[in-house]
């Protein structure tokens, strides 16, 4: 009998020791009677085992970044026709006029992919990327377009595409989680961008927030081995309440959460801690010792999660300097791409020189371009633009050095091998080992997946 000094709730608060730190871990094993999380084949071998996906919050400008249009700077000033009903019907551009890029582009690498002078050190990566200047998306909105890029959906909830790949494939590690997100801010669209909403809730993107504490309440308040103690002792009392209700797969379920709990309270302040790297890749990533904050953290911390075997990292970047979202005056572009353009660049030499980049798939996206125009010729900043833009994949099973598709002369509208949304994500699990069409889900009446009823794989960019 459990001593009666000590309530079951106070020794379930003590056991768990404040490490109920991840949504949809209480829940893990819910699913079909058994583990969710417990690792599984795709439908073929894929070439990619993880993924990291680099998310630019708020609208880069294809054409002062990947995108070089040297008929901008030909016509700058130039008028042109507003044909499309969401540009001739906004007030303000009942006329608008051809905005030429601020940055100049040179050609890397042996491809000689052109990239601006904004993103130095992502040009010296080229011959490792697959870059798509013809993505397109559905929607110009921040939060409809977001949502879009994250779940396939542009207008309801549903469930992130680094849950569905947690659904997919599991985990190769119980004592992290299987979705990991790290952002210092939320971005638009909120918590719905890494939500499982209707999978099963072990799938659930894992918030880590930078700073001295990325994960908070993850130390135990006990010594281990009293910690151990009263695991084992609320697992007898607990496999007496089982017992009495018929053994409720739920209930089962919740209480083998709580390993899975204490494990994690072992793994999470190991993978944060950054004191055993050298001093060589602290500098290659911007870092100083001991920084716990920045996109060059988030980039190093995406690459060790996915050295313990999580699946998807997703890194947000809402640094304190704002976002993409350039309506005032481009020249923000300057601080955004600095923030980025070393780190991601360190990740990427990182991930190759470990020999990871050969099973890692680098996702760089944003949610749209910026328009090549504006309502005036010496308007400083540029507009929301669906129709044209790009996005950038790197790793295993992506063909190097390529650009594939194209927008038309001024960046307008993709118009070569164009790459819709789902497209993209389509890829993206093809290159993970699925069939997008068979990963399916069923939810209230149907079957549901990541594209929708849409979405190709693209051909051209699997090596």
């Keep these: ?98 905005k030429r890029p601020q940055w100049n582009f040179s050609p890397y690498g042996e491809c000689g992919t052109e990239v601006s002078e904004l993103f130095p050190h992502v040009a010296e990566c080229v011959d490792d990327i697959a870059m798509i200047r013809s993505m397109h998306t559905s929607h110009s909105n921040h939060y409809n377009a977001t949502l879009g890029m994250h779940t396939g959906s542009f207008a309801f909830s549903r469930p992130s595409i680094g849950s569905w790949v947690s659904y997919g494939l599991g985990t190769e590690n119980k004592n992290l989680p299987g979705f990991v997100v790290i952002a210092p801010q939320q971005t638009y669209a909120g918590t719905q961008v890494y939500a499982n909403d209707f999978l099963p809730a072990a799938h659930q993107g894992t918030l880590v927030v930078p700073g001295a ?24 009392i607990n496999e007496e309440h089982l017992e009495a209700r018929r053994r409720d797969p739920d209930l089962a379920a919740r209480m083998r959460s709580f390993e899975t709990a204490f494990g994690m309270q ?16 602290f500098e290659s990533y911007g870092l100083a010792p001991g920084q716990t904050s920045g996109f060059g953290w988030q980039c190093l911390a995406a690459r060790r999660l996915v050295e313990r075997g999580v699946r998807f990292v997703e890194l947000i970047d809402t640094g304190s300097s704002g976002n993409w979202d350039a309506h005032g005056d481009m020249m923000s572009h300057v601080g955004l791409a600095k923030n980025v353009d070393q780190p991601i660049a360190a990740l990427l030499k990182d991930l190759k020189q470990r020999g990871m980049l ?18 005036s010729a010496d308007a400083k900043g ?42 993209f994500h389509a ?37």
Aim: no cysteine.
């Design 1 to 98: 009998m459990f001593p009666s000094l000590i309530s079951r709730r106070d020794a379930i608060r003590s056991a768990v020791a404040g490490s109920m730190l991840f949504p949809g871990i209480v829940q893990q094993l819910l699913a079909e009677g058994g583990d969710p999380l417990a690792p599984r084949d795709s439908h073929f071998p894929g070439r990619a085992k993880n993924v990291i996906f680099l998310f630019m919050t708020g609208g880069v400008s294809h054409v002062d970044t990947f995108d070089p249009k040297p008929a901008l700077h030909r016509d700058h000033g130039k008028e042109i026709k507003a044909d499309h009903p969401e540009i001739k019907d906004r007030p303000g551009y009942e006329r608008i006029f051809l």
């Design 427 to 463: 890829t993206i699990l093809h290159l993970m080992g699925f069939d997008h069409e068979r990963l399916t889900f069923r939810h209230a009446g149907r079957d549901y997946r990541l594209t929708d009823v849409a979405g190709n794989v693209v051909e051209g960019l699997l090596a």
């Design 382 to 423: 540029r507009e929301h633009h669906p129709w044209g833009f790009t996005s950038w994949l790197a790793g295993a099973g992506v063909k190097p050095g390529i650009v594939y598709g194209a927008t038309d002369e001024y960046g307008l509208r993709a118009v070569e091998n164009k790459v819709h949304v789902h497209d």
């Design 358 to 375: 050969d099973d890692t798939l680098v996702v760089w996206t944003t949610e749209f371009g910026r328009t090549p125009f504006n309502n």
């Design 213 to 236: 504490e990325p994960v908070a309440n993850v130390k135990p308040r006990v010594s281990e081995e009293r910690q151990r103690l009263e695991l084992e002792t609320l697992q007898s």
């Design 266 to 281: 072992m793994a999470v302040p190991e993978v944060f801690d950054f004191s055993n790297e050298t001093q060589a890749t």
